[in-house]
């Protein structure tokens, strides 16, 4: 969700390296995008609902430029309300990140001052507040201040000044990360990897710092005393990141195919950290496992792990929900928070929420130097490498590969949860090599039906959610994933001639039940997907899914997987950029 990049040095190609850097973050998810550039000592801006086309884009040449992509949240999807903004006199432009809650108010007074707005949004009227501020006599950097502080939401801006070739970045959420390139030159974006080729260097702004980047020097200030900062660099290891597509057509189906080495990497490095984990997990008054989207069906497939393996009951709540649940918590609870960005704000939410209520977190992320990182008291980087595709994949399954191990590490058997990533990694193998072709077929014959239901028990269940969601996510067919006890609750109606319905049968205690939940939907004229370990008489098609125990859910997500990703495919959509979605989520 809206994607930042700002450049300030000595190359004259500025505006075609923010370009770039915005093009890193497409993932995100966006719905317009924007360039401020200053040319002459005025700023100009290109900006243009819709997708950043492919090719160049002929640029004035500056060494100064602030890019944005804006998924929309106040005013529509239009070319004047993309970002960046510009004060009346052109000399000033602001990106933002958030909603400003009290702009209506502010705006009032600023258009009786004569201010005149050329958009729908609350970002601009953050501008013309700053550029009164600088009219009353204050420097730049204290005019940003003094507005940002009148703003209430959470949010994050960063404004170019003109006259002196600076940018003044604050904010009280959504990510921000500034990095010192080589020589001088000085960078600012909403995600680290979008730096990857300037620096390894990074400072991670805090909520409430306000930073001051010239060509020269990045500076930080207290956002509310004004006062001169400590900043705090970071070196990251980009060892596992890569901006680039590599042999693949989209990313979806790179991270897809990526997901064997991902769990042979966690079966061999991560094993003293999740140990860990587990000791806070037996000394706690409680866990609570909490996420939101695809990450959430992981922390439900957590419970049935800590259930079925470690004995334990954890709690499990979406983070949106979690503020309803916390009056359980104490000091001495323990949340785990699930997220591949580390930044969806439900999660962060929570978290700070249970921190206020003495609970400890644990963070099971991806992304080092997120927000989530950055504020739990201990943490587990999922080592998935960056996630591009907006639709989550090889995150889930990492982080399905955690809790299996930590459940058996919960309940002294090691060595057995690492035997059964092995048995994952063989199933998976065997999937992507020989299931491709069928699982295309398959989507071949689903492409044109309107709802798809998913069924399964137990363990599975979870799994039945997530495929649900990625065929929703990029194919936008309706899928609707359930309990598969639950179908003669109500879902069954629905069922006629030719309804699709994917049932995953793996060769555990759900087997017999679950089959009869699919023998169900079949007497009733369904069309049987069945991925399973055999085939079976009722199935119409079938996808195998060879035996890994507990892990068997990591194979049969891949399967459903690479089911939505060429649904999508098939209906001609791009699965790496699903439309109204996000990959970070860091607006309620
Ligand atoms: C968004 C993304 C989903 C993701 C969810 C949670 O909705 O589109 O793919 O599962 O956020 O994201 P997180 O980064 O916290 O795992």
Not at 252 to 272: A, D, G
Not at 501 to 506: M, Q
Not at 553 to 582: C, H, M, S, W
Request: contains cysteine; hydrophobic residues 40%.
């Amino acid at each position: 969700m809206c994607g930042i990049f700002g450049y300030v040095g000595t190359k004259n190609n500025a505006s075609d390296l923010v370009l770039e850097g915005l093009r890193i973050l497409e993932y995100r998810g966006y719905d317009s995008w924007g360039i401020a550039q200053l040319v002459d000592g005025v700023i100009s801006v290109t900006k243009k609902a819709g997708r950043i086309p492919d090719g160049d884009i002929s640029f004035k040449a500056t060494t100064i430029a602030l890019g944005h992509t804006r998924w929309a949240t106040h005013g529509e999807v239009t070319d004047q309300n993309a970002h960046p903004h510009l004060d009346c006199t052109q000399k000033l432009a602001i990106i933002h990140n958030g909603i400003i809650e009290n702009y209506d108010k502010i705006k009032v007074n600023l258009k009786k001052a004569g201010h005149k707005f050329l958009s729908e949004t609350d970002t601009e009227v953050a501008i013309h507040l700053i550029e009164k501020n600088i009219k009353a006599g204050n420097p730049f950097r204290e005019a940003v201040r003094s507005a940002f502080n009148e703003f209430a939401g959470l949010n994050a801006i960063i404004v170019m000044d003109a006259a002196s070739k600076t940018f003044v970045a604050a904010k009280t959420g959504s990510p921000l990360v500034v990095g010192r390139g080589k020589g001088k030159e000085n960078l600012i974006a909403s995600d680290a990897p979008a730096l990857i080729n300037y620096t390894d260097t990074f400072h991670f702004v805090e909520d409430g710092e306000l930073l001051e980047i010239t060509q020269d020097s990045i500076r930080a200030f207290d956002q509310k005393t004004g006062q001169e900062k400590n900043l705090h660099w970071q070196k990251v290891d980009w060892k596992f990141a890569s901006n680039d597509k590599g042999k693949y057509p989209h990313f979806m189906l790179k991270e897809i195919h990526e997901q064997p080495t991902i769990i042979e990497t966690i079966v061999n490095q991560s094993i003293p950290s999740i140990e860990d984990l587990a000791e806070t997990i037996l000394k706690s008054y409680g866990t609570y496992l909490v996420a939101c989207g695809t990450a959430a069906y992981a922390a439900l497939a957590g419970t049935y792990l800590f259930s079925k393996i470690a004995r334990r009951h954890v709690n499990y709540a979406v983070g949106s929900e979690f503020g309803y649940q916390l009056d359980f918590l104490k000091k001495g609870s323990l949340v785990i928070a699930l997220s591949q960005s580390g930044e969806t704000i439900d999660v962060i939410d929570a978290i700070k929420k249970a921190k206020e209520k003495g609970a400890l977190v644990y963070a099971l992320v991806n992304v080092l130097g997120s927000t989530l990182y950055r504020m739990a008291d201990y943490k587990i980087l999922l080592m998935a490498g960056a996630e591009k595709a907006v639709a989550s994949t090889k995150a889930f399954t990492a982080k399905l590969a955690y809790l299996i191990l930590l459940s058996y590490i919960l309940s002294s058997q090691k060595e057995k949860g690492k035997r059964v990533l092995q048995k994952a990694l063989s199933s998976t193998n065997r999937l992507l090599q020989n299931e491709i072709s069928n699982i295309k077929q398959i989507a071949q014959k689903l492409v044109n039906k309107k709802h798809i239901y998913v069924i399964g028990r137990g363990l599975a269940y979870p799994i039945a959610l997530e495929a649900a969601l990625k065929i929703k996510e990029v194919s936008y067919i309706h899928a609707e994933g359930m309990a598969s006890g639950e179908l003669k609750h109500g879902p069954i109606a629905l069922v006629e001639k030719g309804t699709p319905c994917i049932a995953f049968l793996p060769d555990d205690e759900t087997h017999g039940a679950n089959l009869a939940g699919a023998m169900e939907m079949s007497a009733r004229g369904a069309d049987i997907i069945g991925i399973s370990f055999q085939p079976h008489e009722i199935f119409d098609y079938f996808i195998r899914v060879d035996d890994a125990r507990e892990a068997t859910i990591i194979p049969e997500t891949v399967a459903a997987q690479l089911l939505a990703y060429y649904l999508a495919i098939e209906k001609g959509f791009d699965p790496d950029k699903p439309r109204n979605l996000a990959k970070s989520v860091v607006v309620k």
